[in-house]
Nanobody, 126 residues
Framework: QVQLEESGGGLVQAGGSLRLSCAAS????????MAWFRQAPGKERDFVAA????????YYADSVKGRFTISRDTAKNTVALQMDSLKPEDTATYYC???????????????????WGQGTQVTVSS
């Protein structure tokens, strides 16, 4: 069983940047697709970005494309989300998740994610 723990959230002004990190335990972490999701108050949890097991393939929601960058360090068992040009609408709790799938897919938003972290809060002020 993989355990995931997010960090790096906080309060930032619009236009600013934050870097989220997800630390994973478990030796099988390196072979699975990893992703970030977010959930704003009163809204459903939304997909943000995914990264392949190698780190070479990525996929982003249209709302963050060009502003956010997902990456992973398999040696350190971490996944990061660099968030630039933040907007107030990016305010949400951000979650790290591990897919049950190892191979890359065309649309990672359709995957099942069986392991989740507890989330880290990101607040963007206008």
């Amino acid at each position: 069983q993989v355990q995931l723990e997010e960090s790096g959230g906080g309060l930032v002004q619009a236009g600013g940047s934050l870097r989220l990190s997800c630390a994973a335990s478990g030796r099988i972490f390196s072979i699975h697709i990893m992703a970030w999701f977010r959930q704003a108050p009163g809204k459903e949890r939304d997909f943000v970005a995914a990264v392949s097991s190698s780190g070479r393939l990525t996929y982003y929601a249209d709302s963050v494309k060009g502003r956010f960058t997902i990456s992973r360090d398999t040696a350190k068992n971490t996944v990061a989300l660099q968030m630039d040009s933040l907007k107030p609408e990016d305010t949400a709790t951000y979650y790290c998740a591990k897919s049950d799938r190892t191979g890359w897919v065309v649309d990672p938003t359709r995957l099942t994610f069986g392991s989740w972290g507890q989330g880290t809060q990101v607040t963007v002020s206008s």
